[in-house]
């Protein structure tokens, strides 16, 4: 086995219930992707527009060549800086001494000018990628203004070309860049964005982003959904570390199958799906298969690159309908921790939102609520970062007052991370599963 | 193999329905697993049967299903099959391989602006009947299970047969810049039968050598 699952859920459900709800948990084993899962290929994209000079230009073009210098030695580099138009500043090549001190050099000689397209980037980093197919396939992004030299559409329909050909984490630098615009880049991609408001930063978060590549051993993992007949999927999301909902990026494999990518996988990486199907209504004591979740992926087997796929029996989810209202009504534990983990990303959200249209009275109660629900999940790096926004007066009850000078990359922070979850806490109260 | 569920489905699954999640019962597995070339085993039936495949446990003391090599002691799954599970009898491993290179010195006017890809070879199993060799066009919906990266090789450009008796052909589909077998061009449309080693050139840099599985 190479990949555990494990359903968290309760199957009970009342007579005339359809909705099933439950958590998914994956783990990669430690010998994932051991038989060979793909060449690692790092590609850079980097804004050069007038606004990056000189500090920030400065910066970068020390983080991309310390980072390339940390790169392990078979994978392989490419850089690309862009403006309103995009340059390969360093074409695919493997990270060998030789190759690291040429791009250096190359790096070295880049200069800030010129306006911001970031989705000719984009389209760079996607042509090179796409010689790569069988690579696990890592960009890393970085900005510091607004995509003011492009309309939005250009970036949305190259986000679809590139969809499923890399993946890209994203970092908006300073706090003249809208997080919308890299946000919608890194959800698009399953990445994530992070701002980083000061230059010196950015070596640090370079140096992570190699580091977190390094450990993906594995690529184009697909989490797969059976459902039986006259079911459908209400919705499919990841729940951990950050929420991303994925509905709408099913692929369908048969007329009862659809899977749903989600990228390059390291040994011993864990996340957790939130799955939701609705089943045609059964009769009370009748027993039913709701989901039957399964882990394809690719992976060389033998010299020859092959689909695999784990299926074992503890991801099953299942319906059972019961007059015991007792047993219907309850909630498991997993479900309703994600469940408040979606509502606190949504207040914190709602919250910044209101707080910008000067709404300060529906900003107090709705940031309040943040509190609360972080207070009450545990959840003490959302309540630090609230805090920053939002001064705390009573946390179990959700008491706030707005504070007055908040710095701009305090909120473009809390935004941010709003979507990165805290997992269940061990033992978890109800684990009515299967 | 199919299970047939209580509803009356066929299911390719022997715990829950693979068509409407039924639970299925042990009379069903037990029905399932007989046949009558089975039946001359006599009490196998009585023997635990694999709960992956639903073979009976040829011998009580084996550790490892004979059909999916499921591991009765661990109690995990055998590596993953190739292909669903259709029959015990078909081969589970074929015989031929495609190796896919990048090549070049077969690329007689290079042009900069489009470089070769930097994968270096590519192998893939003939499993299928067909096998499309082209350049993927997700527009036109055409991926091809050999996808190139070479500008010069058509979106639909050739394919390889795998015939019933386990020979390998070449079908060249009318390419645009055509197909080289062995160094010569193959007429337009043709079919060719394919010996180990035999070598297909094709695009700017495209070579793809049959080789017998090690």
């Known amino acids: ?434 | 193999m199919s299970v047939t569920c209580p509803a009356g489905h066929a299911s390719d699954e022997n715990d829950y329905c693979s068509v409407c999640g039924a639970v299925m019962h042990g009379s069903q597995l037990l029905a399932a697993t007989y046949s009558p070339a089975r039946a001359a085993h006599g009490l196998a039936l009585l023997r635990p049967a694999c709960p992956v495949c639903g073979e009976p446990r040829a011998d009580i003391d084996g550790r490892f299903c004979e059909v999916c090599r499921y591991d009765f002691a661990d109690r995990t799954p055998g590596p993953a099959p190739a292909a669903s599970p259709q029959g015990a009898n078909a081969p589970s491993r074929s015989t031929w391989l495609l190796v896919l290179t990048v090549d070049r010195s077969l690329d007689t006017e290079p042009d900069p602006s489009s470089p070769p890809p930097l994968e270096s070879e590519l192998v893939f199993a003939v499993e299928q009947p067909e096998l499309l060799v082209g350049r993927r066009d997700d527009k036109q919906n055409i991926r091809p299970a050999i996808p190139l990266h070479d500008p010069g090789a058509s979106r639909r450009h050739a394919k390889f047969l795998l015939a019933a008796d386990g020979t390998v052909s070449l079908h060249d589909l009318g390419s645009t810049n055509g197909t080289k077998l062995n160094g010569l061009d193959v007429v337009a449309g043709s079919i060719r039968e394919l010996k180990e080693g035999d070598e297909v050139t094709l695009g700017r840099w495209t070579r793809i050598v049959l080789r017998a599985r090690p």
């Open chain 1, 1 to 434: 086995m190479a990949f555990k699952l494990e359903a968290f859920q309760n199957k009970y459900l009342a007579p005339g219930q359809r909705r099933v709800d439950a958590i998914l948990t994956v783990t990669a084993d430690a010998a994932v992707g051991a038989s060979g899962g793909g060449q690692l290929v790092v590609g850079f994209v980097v804004d050069k527009s007038g606004s990056m000079s000189v500090d920030r230009i400065e910066a970068v073009k020390r983080a991309v060549t310390a980072a390339v210098a940390m790169l392990p030695d078979p994978a392989w580099f490419f850089v690309v800086a862009f403006d309103s138009t995009a340059q390969v500043v360093v074409a695919e090549t493997q990270a060998t001494p030789e190759n690291r001190q040429h791009a250096a050099r190359a790096i070295e000689a880049l200069r800030a000018g010129g306006g911001t397209a970031m989705s000719t980037g984009l389209a760079a980093a996607r042509a090179i990628f796409e010689r790569a197919p069988n690579a696990i396939r890592q960009a890393i992004f970085l900005t510091d203004g607004k995509n003011e030299s492009e309309s939005a559409g250009n970036v949305t329909a190259q986000l679809q070309a590139c969809e499923g050909r890399f993946e890209c984490d994203c970092w908006g630098v300073g706090t003249d860049w809208r997080v919308g615009e890299v946000q919608q880049i890194a959800q698009g991609l399953l990445g994530k964005a992070s701002i980083i408001p000061d230059p010196s930063g950015i070596d640090d978060a370079f140096r992570g982003a190699i580091e977190k590549a390094s450990t993906k051993s594995v690529r184009d993992v697909r989490l797969r959904l059976w459902t039986p007949q006259g079911a459908s999927v209400a919705f499919v999301k990841q729940a951990n570390p950050t929420l991303e909902d994925l509905t709408l990026r099913a692929r369908v494999v048969s007329p009862q199958v659809r899977e749903y990518m989600t990228g390059a996988w390291g040994a011993g990486e864990t996340r957790d799906f939130h799955v939701a199907v609705d089943v045609r209504q059964g009769s009370v004591g009748e027993e039913m298969l709701a989901a039957r979740p399964s882990l394809a992926w690719v992976e060389m087997v033998d010299g020859v690159w092959s689909q695999r796929e784990d299926k074992p029996p503890e991801a099953r989810v299942f319906a059972t309908w019961t007059p015991d209202a007792s047993l219907s009504s309850r909630i498991d534990g997993h479900v309703a921790h994600y469940t408040g983990q979606g509502e606190l990303a949504t207040a914190i959200q709602r919250g910044l939102d209101l707080r910008g249209q000067g709404n300060d009275a529906a900003a107090t109660q709705m940031l309040g609520r943040a509190v609360k629900l972080a207070h009450e999940s545990g959840n003490a790096e959302m309540t630090q970062r609230l805090a920053k926004v939002v001064e705390v007066v009573d946390p179990a009850t959700g008491t706030v007052r707005l504070k007055r000078d908040v710095s701009k990359a305090a909120t473009m922070d809390l935004e941010l991370e709003s979507r990165t979850t805290k997992r269940v806490k061990k033992s978890p109260p109800t684990g009515a599963g299967a």
